[in-house]
């Protein structure tokens, strides 16, 4: 790449950077010197120098450039518990695919089969590394054999999931309602038995009749004895795409198969301890028996992928100090969230779109904070796109400190002032690294009419997070912006632990090369 322009959020002059890396696009490596000029005083002058490691595939950067109140520094080795070096930047439309299971998982479809089938499935949440499997199967389909299987093979404790307009018909209300505000937490209503052709309730034959019961939408309120040896669970609107949770799990399998929205379920244990089953015990257990074994992360990827989650609110004209575009507001149907789309010019056709997908950063994007680079990455792109003539840039509202929010991100800030870099201050408030999510960045690009882009990004996970939804990715853009005192080492923290890439994979190319280019396609 020759040159790149960008505009320093702090300062009026445009800053022209001339970079390199050292980096592999579809294996293929490449190499170029590096120097910034940047601003001192009223002059131009080339004032400090920077180049990429050479060592290493995503470009570490040695010196920083920029403007005379933050001087020049070099990178120390950040300590990196959790190295993740990027070799290829692109994915394979294999890994980018939310059908395609997760290594060692059956995928949905095969579950769906089952469950049709009236057979069971095992799912299994292992988001917070604590894997937990349950077996599962549609409600609607109890009887004696599977309620046996169920006790044998889990925790003795059968659950019923249920829709609460089902709860509500049937006057179950919530055991512990003071739990409803804690979206970790199962919702257990009380417990019933069916009053109808039960003894005790306990054995497997009683249980079965009291989940068909459950499932009949004749049944009333009367029908059930309180309390009893069924646990019925509140299932969350929105499922899976509210709460990552088995009750939810269930219950989207059920209803993707086609079938009345009751599940029945229980947590698998070990026969030997009678603790909560390894992935190797569900393996096991899942293979003797042929039964499939899904991932709760791999149902929601399906999920996002087949239901229209946003909806468009409002166009306007925006005219903004990089140029006039026009601004197109998307509400989530799931948590009511506004998410903004800039658009450039005539999407026409969808292909070889320039996009940015940006993460709110009020911090960044709105004070001008030097801890980070979102401010100046958001002009760059704002600017890129003029120049283009035509793109679209998807503000993502909810993604605050990488999806922990405004208050928690302050709090990282200061975990960061006492030695943390910024993934270990995620880590430490209890949250993950990274908790973006960006599906319904995918359906606004889809819903512009977006087909084919050119993404402007340093970040691999933006690759998964947008492919499969009808969309794919052709070429990336860099986002180099300057580096500061005060993000130097955020920034090499991100390359070091999240795989972010500071070099360009459009071989050789220039950012004024690729906007000519999208011109010429423009005009064809």
Not at 21 to 50: E, I, M, Q, T, Y
Not at 513 to 523: E, R, S
Request: glycine share 10%; net charge neutral.
């Amino acid at each position: 790449m020759d040159c790149l322009v960008f505009q320093h959020t702090l300062l009026v002059p445009r800053i022209f950077a001339h970079f390199s890396a050292v980096s592999r696009c579809r294996n293929r490596a490449w190499n170029l010197s590096c120097w910034a000029v940047g601003l001192s005083g009223n002059k131009w002058d080339k004032n400090s120098s920077s180049s990429f490691n050479e060592g290493s595939l995503n470009g570490s950067l040695f010196n920083s450039f920029t403007d005379e109140s933050s001087p020049a520094v070099s990178f120390g080795a950040v300590d990196a518990e959790i190295t993740q070096e990027t070799i290829d930047f692109f994915v394979s439309d294999a890994e980018g695919d939310p059908d395609r299971p997760s290594p060692g998982y059956s995928s949905i479809e095969q579950a769906l089969s089952s469950l049709r089938q009236q057979k069971f499935v095992v799912v299994v949440d292992d988001e917070s590394g604590n894997v937990e499997g349950n077996l599962v199967m549609a409600a609607s389909y109890a009887n004696l054999t599977a309620v046996a299987f169920l006790i044998k093979h889990g925790s003795g404790i059968v659950s019923v999931g249920m829709t609460g307009e089902d709860l509500k018909r049937l006057e179950l209300p919530l055991m512990s309602p003071e739990t409803e505000d804690d979206s970790s937490a199962p919702f257990f209503t009380v417990t019933v038995d069916a009053k109808v052709g039960t003894s005790t309730g306990v054995s497997a034959s009683d249980r079965a009749r009291t989940v068909l019961a459950l499932t009949s939408p004749k049944s009333r309120p009367e029908d059930f004895r309180r309390p009893g040896h069924i646990f019925p669970l509140k299932y969350r609107n929105g499922g899976v795409l509210r709460r990552v949770g088995h009750t939810e799990a269930s219950v989207d399998l059920v209803t993707q198969a086609g079938l009345p929205p009751v599940s029945v379920l229980t947590a698998i244990v070990d026969k030997q301890d009678g603790s909560m089953a390894s992935m190797s015990c569900l393996r096991k257990l899942a293979s003797d028996h042929s039964i499939p074994i899904v991932s709760i992360t791999d149902l929601i990827r399906y999920r996002r992928k087949r239901e229209k989650l946003v909806e468009r609110t409002a166009i306007s004209r925006l005219p903004t100090k990089w140029g006039l575009f026009q601004s197109v507001c998307y509400r989530s149907k799931l948590d009511g969230m506004e998410h903004i789309a800039i658009v450039k010019g005539e999407i026409g056709n969808g292909q070889d779109v320039l996009v940015r997908v940006h993460s709110e950063c009020l911090t960044g994007d709105i004070f001008g904070s030097r801890r980070c680079d979102c401010g100046n990455q958001l002009d760059l792109a704002m600017q890129l796109i003029e120049q283009a003539g035509r793109g679209v840039v998807v503000y993502l509202r909810g993604h605050e400190g990488r999806g922990i929010g405004l208050g928690h991100k302050l709090q990282a800030y200061n975990l960061q002032d006492l030695g943390h870099d910024t993934v270990e201050a995620n880590l430490e408030l209890g949250f993950a690294a990274d908790a973006r999510e960006y599906g319904i960045g995918a359906q606004i690009l889809r819903d512009i009419g977006v087909h084919t882009m050119r993404l402007m990004t340093n970040n691999p996970a933006k690759f998964t997070g947008l492919k499969g939804y009808g969309l794919a990715i052709v070429g990336r853009v860099p986002v180099l912006t300057p580096i500061t005192e005060d993000n130097k080492r955020y920034l090499e923290t991100k390359r070091i632990k999240m795989g972010h890439v500071y070099g360009s994979d459009l071989h050789g190319q220039s950012t004024e090369t690729i906007i000519q280019k999208i011109d010429k396609q423009d005009d064809i």
